[in-house]
């Protein structure tokens, strides 16, 4: 039996949107924890992620992942402390790693749910850089971009949780970085990291325009694209890759929102043209790669190597603007709600 009755606040999907999603899409709902049985335990939630991603969930095409139904709390990446236990697996005290985000307490019976390993790493970390933006930008970089040392990699949405990470990745394994961010504080950034040209895109109007910025800072052309962000980057970079270039997909936050199907690039025979590689992928796939990614990372962290930046929310209630600030441009590296 429960030692107390727990009241716990978390969103559910009110609505699903038509373009941008609205706060009217979302609903706070307020529930009492049922006591928990044998095998099961009970997570108060810490830190929250949001993440692009979760758009695609909000409606109800056919995806990689099934939609968030209507009327029931949302899902998505959370760290937790056990604060209560029937499990064997799983003591009072022990920080996990889960999917039950969008609330602030969770019973679990294990599912999709994993102790936080011992690193000298924050906890909130295993959302960002040590989570899955951080596995996404390696996967992406290292077996779907195959990036070589002396590669020009160009990289989209720079200054985001992953892009920002792809970034410090190249310049690790001795690649030319070219970036492109939204706001002249997150160019500042990436250069204070070493990323060797940025450009503000919104400094210009259209893929013309965006492709003769980027290509000033690619003499040698492009070996290597991180595609975050598709529609006028997509069309540069099909434009500025090298012949056997190779880009790997992870997001087109740029259409996630429209409202009406827009024209794809006018360039696509430049795949065919220059014999180029273009990979989408799902990090979910690549999960066999989580442990050694981790241990790398700690000793890059250490090394002073890796470094990343949090924008932060507190409190529950700011869990929907934070999402809808993701595809405004809010948050420089990861977007996260502390609890």
């Known amino acids: 039996m ?77 760290i937790g402390e056990v604060i209560e236990s029937q499990h064997p697996d799983f003591k009072v005290g022990d920080k996990v790693n889960s ?57 989209s949405a720079a200054s985001g949780a992953v892009g920002s990470l792809v970034c410090q990745f190249a310049k690790i ?3 030319r970085v070219v970036g492109s961010a939204g706001s002249t504080e997150k160019v ?33 052309g492009v070996d290597v694209c991180y595609e975050n962000v598709g529609g006028d980057h997509l069309e540069a970079a099909l434009n500025l890759l090298n012949r056997y270039g190779r880009m790997a997909v992870c997001g087109m936050i740029d259409l996630y929102n429209l409202e009406d199907a827009q024209a794809g690039p006018n360039n696509l025979a430049n795949i065919v043209k220059k014999s180029l590689k273009i990979q989408g992928f799902i990090v979910s796939d690549h999960w066999e790669h989580y442990p050694n990614y981790v241990a790398q990372l700690s000793q890059w962290a250490a090394e002073g190597k890796i470094s990343w930046k949090e924008t932060t929310r507190k409190g529950i209630e700011s869990m929907p603007k934070a999402f809808l600030g993701l595809f405004k441009g809010e948050n420089i590296g990861k977007m996260l709600i502390q609890l």
């Open 188 to 220: 500042e950034w990436l250069k204070s990291l070493g990323v060797d040209a940025v450009i503000n895109y919104k400094d210009y109007n259209n893929a013309a325009e965006l492709e003769r910025a980027l290509a000033q800072h690619c003499p040698n």
């Open 173 to 175: 394994k001795g690649c």
């Open 99 to 155: 999917m039950l985000g969008w609330r602030e307490y969770a019973v679990s019976n294990g599912d999709m749910v994993q102790k936080l390993p011992e690193t000298s790493l924050p906890e909130q970390s295993f959302l960002g850089v040590a989570g899955m933006p951080g596995l996404t930008a390696w996967v992406g970089l290292n077996i779907i971009g195959e990036v070589k040392e002396g590669d020009t990699v160009l990289v």
């Open 2 to 78: 429960s030692k107390q009755s727990i009241t716990s606040r978390g969103y559910a999907l009110k609505q699903r949107p038509n373009g941008m999603p609205t706060l009217d899409c979302f609903e706070l709902q307020t529930q009492s924890l049922a006591p928990i049985s044998q095998g099961q335990f009970v997570i108060k939630n810490l830190w929250l992620s949001v993440d692009p991603y979760m758009r695609g969930r909000m409606s109800d095409a056919e995806s990689y992942v099934p939609p968030f139904k209507l009327g029931e709390l949302m899902q998505g990446s959370a």
